[in-house]
Protein backbone atom coordinates (compact mmCIF):
# COMPACT_ATOMS: atom_id res chain seq x y z
CA UNK A 1 0.00 0.00 0.00
CA UNK A 2 0.86 3.52 -0.49
CA UNK A 3 3.35 4.93 2.29
CA UNK A 4 4.46 8.52 2.83
CA UNK A 5 7.17 9.15 5.86
CA UNK A 6 8.16 12.14 7.73
CA UNK A 7 10.57 12.33 10.30
CA UNK A 8 8.46 12.17 13.07
CA UNK A 9 11.14 13.38 15.34
CA UNK A 10 11.03 17.12 16.40
CA UNK A 11 13.40 19.83 14.03
CA UNK A 12 14.40 22.91 16.57
CA UNK A 13 17.04 24.97 14.82
CA UNK A 14 18.29 28.46 15.37
CA UNK A 15 17.09 31.52 14.39
CA UNK A 16 18.39 32.86 10.79
CA UNK A 17 19.44 28.94 9.90
CA UNK A 18 17.60 26.41 6.66
CA UNK A 19 15.84 23.87 8.03
CA UNK A 20 15.35 20.70 6.00
CA UNK A 21 12.76 18.53 6.16
CA UNK A 22 12.51 15.29 4.22
CA UNK A 23 9.08 13.19 2.96
CA UNK A 24 9.92 9.99 1.75
CA UNK A 25 6.90 7.75 0.16
CA UNK A 26 6.92 4.48 -1.28
CA UNK A 27 4.52 1.94 -3.24
CA UNK A 28 3.17 4.89 -5.93
CA UNK A 29 4.33 7.54 -8.53
CA UNK A 30 2.14 10.42 -7.53
CA UNK A 31 2.13 13.48 -10.51
CA UNK A 32 2.84 16.03 -8.23
CA UNK A 33 3.13 16.67 -4.08
CA UNK A 34 2.21 19.61 -1.73
CA UNK A 35 3.58 20.81 0.93
CA UNK A 36 1.25 22.13 3.75
CA UNK A 37 1.67 24.14 6.83
CA UNK A 38 -0.41 23.30 10.44
CA UNK A 39 -0.25 25.09 13.92
CA UNK A 40 -1.76 23.67 16.72
CA UNK A 41 -5.80 23.03 16.82
CA UNK A 42 -5.79 24.51 12.99
CA UNK A 43 -6.65 23.40 9.66
CA UNK A 44 -3.64 22.62 7.15
CA UNK A 45 -2.98 25.83 5.06
CA UNK A 46 -1.41 25.00 1.64
CA UNK A 47 2.36 26.72 0.95
CA UNK A 48 3.82 24.61 -2.40
CA UNK A 49 3.03 22.25 -5.24
CA UNK A 50 5.47 20.64 -6.76
CA UNK A 51 4.87 18.81 -10.07
CA UNK A 52 7.15 15.60 -11.44
CA UNK A 53 8.18 17.43 -14.27
CA UNK A 54 9.69 19.79 -12.13
CA UNK A 55 13.19 19.54 -9.98
CA UNK A 56 12.50 22.38 -7.42
CA UNK A 57 9.72 25.46 -7.12
CA UNK A 58 10.35 28.21 -4.76
CA UNK A 59 8.19 30.70 -3.38
CA UNK A 60 9.98 33.34 -1.25
CA UNK A 61 12.06 31.62 1.78
CA UNK A 62 10.67 28.59 0.78
CA UNK A 63 11.68 26.17 -1.78
CA UNK A 64 10.96 22.61 -2.11
CA UNK A 65 12.60 20.00 -4.24
CA UNK A 66 10.93 16.39 -5.88
CA UNK A 67 12.91 13.54 -6.93
CA UNK A 68 10.84 11.21 -8.47
CA UNK A 69 14.28 8.27 -8.54
CA UNK A 70 14.79 8.59 -5.04
CA UNK A 71 10.87 8.63 -4.49
CA UNK A 72 11.52 12.00 -2.05
CA UNK A 73 10.65 15.55 -1.43
CA UNK A 74 12.52 18.06 0.62
CA UNK A 75 11.20 21.14 1.73
CA UNK A 76 13.80 24.00 2.82
CA UNK A 77 13.01 27.20 4.64
CA UNK A 78 15.89 29.87 4.89
CA UNK A 79 16.35 32.57 7.26
CA UNK A 80 14.11 30.63 9.51
CA UNK A 81 11.99 32.88 12.24
CA UNK A 82 10.41 31.89 15.33
CA UNK A 83 7.24 32.47 13.16
CA UNK A 84 7.88 29.75 11.08
CA UNK A 85 7.33 26.68 13.54
CA UNK A 86 4.92 24.80 12.98
CA UNK A 87 3.96 20.84 12.18
CA UNK A 88 5.10 21.00 8.30
CA UNK A 89 2.79 18.22 6.16
CA UNK A 90 3.75 16.03 3.02
CA UNK A 91 0.70 15.81 1.17
CA UNK A 92 0.98 13.59 -2.67
CA UNK A 93 -2.28 12.62 -4.12
CA UNK A 94 -4.19 10.05 -2.46
CA UNK A 95 -4.43 7.23 -5.42
CA UNK A 96 -6.14 8.21 -8.38
CA UNK A 97 -8.78 10.74 -7.19
CA UNK A 98 -8.62 13.72 -5.18
CA UNK A 99 -7.93 12.95 -1.97
CA UNK A 100 -4.81 14.20 0.08
CA UNK A 101 -2.73 11.67 1.74
CA UNK A 102 -1.17 13.39 4.48
CA UNK A 103 1.99 12.28 6.30
CA UNK A 104 2.55 12.55 9.91
CA UNK A 105 3.97 15.31 9.68
CA UNK A 106 7.34 17.20 10.76
CA UNK A 107 7.57 19.74 13.92
CA UNK A 108 9.70 22.67 13.45
CA UNK A 109 11.05 24.57 16.20
CA UNK A 110 12.68 27.43 15.71
CA UNK A 111 14.67 29.13 18.51
CA UNK A 112 16.14 32.36 19.03
CA UNK B 1 -9.14 36.43 1.41
CA UNK B 2 -11.54 33.99 0.67
CA UNK B 3 -11.70 31.33 3.60
CA UNK B 4 -13.66 28.20 4.33
CA UNK B 5 -15.67 28.64 7.38
CA UNK B 6 -16.79 25.74 9.85
CA UNK B 7 -18.88 25.82 12.95
CA UNK B 8 -19.05 24.90 15.38
CA UNK B 9 -15.81 25.21 16.51
CA UNK B 10 -16.21 23.20 19.39
CA UNK B 11 -18.53 20.49 19.52
CA UNK B 12 -19.64 18.05 22.75
CA UNK B 13 -21.79 15.25 22.42
CA UNK B 14 -23.07 12.42 24.56
CA UNK B 15 -22.12 8.74 23.33
CA UNK B 16 -25.00 7.81 20.51
CA UNK B 17 -26.52 11.24 19.57
CA UNK B 18 -26.49 12.92 16.38
CA UNK B 19 -23.97 15.24 15.48
CA UNK B 20 -23.89 17.82 12.43
CA UNK B 21 -20.76 19.62 11.57
CA UNK B 22 -21.37 22.43 9.23
CA UNK B 23 -19.06 24.06 6.15
CA UNK B 24 -19.10 26.84 3.99
CA UNK B 25 -16.95 26.46 1.40
CA UNK B 26 -15.28 29.26 -0.78
CA UNK B 27 -17.78 30.37 -3.43
CA UNK B 28 -16.44 29.12 -6.72
CA UNK B 29 -15.19 25.82 -5.51
CA UNK B 30 -16.65 22.88 -7.31
CA UNK B 31 -14.83 20.51 -5.13
CA UNK B 32 -15.74 19.28 -1.46
CA UNK B 33 -14.01 17.10 1.50
CA UNK B 34 -14.39 16.23 4.70
CA UNK B 35 -11.21 15.17 6.93
CA UNK B 36 -10.44 13.91 10.30
CA UNK B 37 -7.43 14.18 12.91
CA UNK B 38 -7.64 12.23 16.21
CA UNK B 39 -5.54 13.87 18.58
CA UNK B 40 -1.88 13.11 18.19
CA UNK B 41 -2.52 11.81 14.82
CA UNK B 42 -2.29 12.55 11.21
CA UNK B 43 -5.16 13.91 8.98
CA UNK B 44 -6.85 11.62 7.54
CA UNK B 45 -9.47 11.71 4.85
CA UNK B 46 -13.04 10.91 5.00
CA UNK B 47 -14.84 11.94 1.97
CA UNK B 48 -15.12 13.94 -1.39
CA UNK B 49 -17.85 15.61 -2.85
CA UNK B 50 -18.54 17.29 -6.24
CA UNK B 51 -21.39 17.51 -8.10
CA UNK B 52 -24.00 16.41 -5.33
CA UNK B 53 -22.53 12.97 -4.86
CA UNK B 54 -19.92 11.40 -3.29
CA UNK B 55 -16.99 11.00 -5.30
CA UNK B 56 -15.12 9.60 -3.10
CA UNK B 57 -15.23 7.86 0.54
CA UNK B 58 -12.58 6.20 2.76
CA UNK B 59 -13.12 3.11 4.79
CA UNK B 60 -13.77 5.23 7.92
CA UNK B 61 -16.82 7.04 6.25
CA UNK B 62 -19.02 4.32 6.97
CA UNK B 63 -22.90 4.60 7.26
CA UNK B 64 -22.48 5.91 10.16
CA UNK B 65 -21.78 8.96 8.05
CA UNK B 66 -23.40 10.81 5.56
CA UNK B 67 -22.59 14.39 3.74
CA UNK B 68 -25.03 17.08 2.09
CA UNK B 69 -25.12 19.91 -0.02
CA UNK B 70 -28.73 21.21 1.80
CA UNK B 71 -28.48 24.96 -0.34
CA UNK B 72 -26.03 26.18 -2.76
CA UNK B 73 -23.30 27.55 0.44
CA UNK B 74 -23.91 25.26 2.87
CA UNK B 75 -21.52 21.65 3.11
CA UNK B 76 -22.57 19.45 6.25
CA UNK B 77 -21.31 16.25 7.89
CA UNK B 78 -23.54 14.06 9.90
CA UNK B 79 -22.59 11.59 12.03
CA UNK B 80 -25.56 9.36 13.35
CA UNK B 81 -24.72 7.83 16.35
CA UNK B 82 -21.67 9.11 17.44
CA UNK B 83 -19.10 6.32 18.88
CA UNK B 84 -16.40 7.67 21.83
CA UNK B 85 -13.70 7.04 18.99
CA UNK B 86 -15.18 9.91 16.69
CA UNK B 87 -13.30 12.52 18.50
CA UNK B 88 -11.09 13.95 16.51
CA UNK B 89 -11.25 17.43 14.70
CA UNK B 90 -12.88 16.84 11.74
CA UNK B 91 -11.82 19.57 8.93
CA UNK B 92 -13.93 20.80 5.84
CA UNK B 93 -11.96 21.78 2.90
CA UNK B 94 -12.40 23.17 -0.85
CA UNK B 95 -10.65 23.02 -4.38
CA UNK B 96 -11.32 24.57 -7.22
CA UNK B 97 -10.11 22.08 -9.62
CA UNK B 98 -9.53 18.81 -9.55
CA UNK B 99 -6.46 16.08 -10.08
CA UNK B 100 -5.36 14.65 -12.83
CA UNK B 101 -1.58 15.62 -12.79
CA UNK B 102 -2.35 19.76 -12.56
CA UNK B 103 -2.34 19.95 -9.04
CA UNK B 104 -5.45 19.93 -6.50
CA UNK B 105 -4.60 22.85 -3.83
CA UNK B 106 -6.99 22.40 -1.11
CA UNK B 107 -8.02 24.73 1.34
CA UNK B 108 -8.91 24.08 4.66
CA UNK B 109 -11.11 25.41 7.06
CA UNK B 110 -9.87 26.32 11.25
CA UNK B 111 -11.75 22.67 11.79
CA UNK B 112 -14.45 21.63 14.41
CA UNK B 113 -13.53 19.70 17.81
CA UNK B 114 -15.92 17.34 18.59
CA UNK B 115 -15.85 15.14 22.03
CA UNK B 116 -17.66 12.43 22.50
CA UNK B 117 -18.72 12.00 26.21
Known amino acids: SQKIEQNSEALNIQEGKTATLTCNYT??????LQWYRQDPGRGPVFLLL?????KEKRKERLKVTFDTTLKQSLFHITASQPADSATYLC???????????FGTGTQLKVEL | EPEVTQTPSHQVTQMGQEVILRCVPI?????FYWYRQILGQKVEFLVS????????KSEIFDDQFSVERPDGSNFTLKIRSTKLEDSAMYFC???????????????FGAGTRLSVL
Open chain 2, 93 to 107: ASSETIAGGGGNIQY
Open chain 1, 27 to 32: NYSPAY
Open chain 1, 50 to 54: IRENE
Open chain 1, 91 to 101: APPGGGGNKLT
Open chain 2, 27 to 31: SNHLY
Open chain 2, 49 to 56: FYNNEISE
